[in-house]
């Protein structure tokens, strides 16, 4: 894997004339560069490289809830915050069952709701020798 100090220290082996923490000072420089970029939905082309975009993307229609055993259907005023019940496991031996708190806030689900994503094409020669 590749990671900030993997590159750090590439560049340092390379460039052994600059001291390691220039190299680190350039590497973060150029990766808050590009971090910003990114954050003002511009888009980063890098010759022989790869393009970063980010495109805006609709929140999925379902939800998703931490834990797989206090899944539940959900109708009705999403807008309100609610604390719901549901009975997860019924004891074989006794006929009880157990329940407990889902205290899941729901948010209201609208088309309006969207995520950033940080999309990559790499270009077709990259690894052409």
Known sequence: MVTKNYLIDKIHDKLNYLSKEDVKD?????LDYLNESLKEQKRIEIRNFGNFSIRKRKF????V?????????????TE???AAYKSVR?????GST???????????????KFYNTVYYRMPKNLFKE
Not at 60 to 63: A, D, F, K, N
Not at 66 to 77: C, I, L, Q
Not at 99 to 109: Q, T
């Open 26 to 30: 350039s590497v973060d420089l150029i």
């Open 80 to 82: 309100r915050s609610t």
């Open 60 to 63: 999925p229609e379902s939800r």
């Open 90 to 94: 019924e004891d074989a031996s006794t």
């Open 98 to 112: 157990y329940k407990l708190p889902l205290e899941v806030e729901f948010g209201k689900n609208s088309v309006e």
């Open 65 to 77: 809830l931490s834990k797989f055993a206090y899944r539940e259907e959900f109708e009705g005023d």
